[in-house]
């Protein structure tokens, strides 16, 4: 079976640096996708990064140039560094995957499998 154990979230002060960890098991995850979504009280979840199974990354333009994706295909996780976190950065994170090699059609709904989600706080 497919599952995802998102984790690594915490609170921080602002500017401040946090790791999440996406922890992949019953598939093979070196042929998947896996992004990372982020969802505020009363805000939509969003998109916050990807990275396809070629290693190829995308971003929202919220955290363009602050987070770092990456996948570790031997202990299979997917990472998201978190530097120079803003409080509007406070959300809870979700990994995800849906089954596909690729990033494309980035949304929400497309996404099949999700971790249950870390809770990140950046103090003011």
């Known amino acids: 079976q497919v599952q995802l154990v998102d984790s690594g979230g915490g609170l921080v002060q602002f500017g401040g640096s946090l790791r999440l960890s996406c922890a992949a098991s019953?598939?093979?995850?070196?042929?998947?996708?896996i992004g990372w979504f982020r969802q505020a009280p009363g805000n939509e979840r969003e998109p916050v990064a990807c990275?396809?199974?070629?290693?190829?990354?995308n971003y929202g333009n919220n955290v363009q140039g602050r987070f770092t994706i990456s996948r570790d295909n031997t202990k299979k996780t997917v990472y998201l560094q978190m530097d120079a976190l803003k409080p509007d950065d406070s959300a809870v994170y979700y990994c995800?995957?849906?089954?596909?090699?690729?990033?494309?059609?980035?949304?929400?709904?497309?996404?099949?499998?999700w971790g249950r989600g870390t809770q990140v706080t950046v103090s003011s």
């Open positions: 990275i396809n199974r070629w290693t190829k990354t």
């Open positions: 019953g598939f093979t995850m070196d042929d998947y996708a």
């Open positions: 995800a995957t849906d089954l596909q090699p690729t990033c494309a059609g980035w949304t929400v709904s497309r996404w099949n499998y």
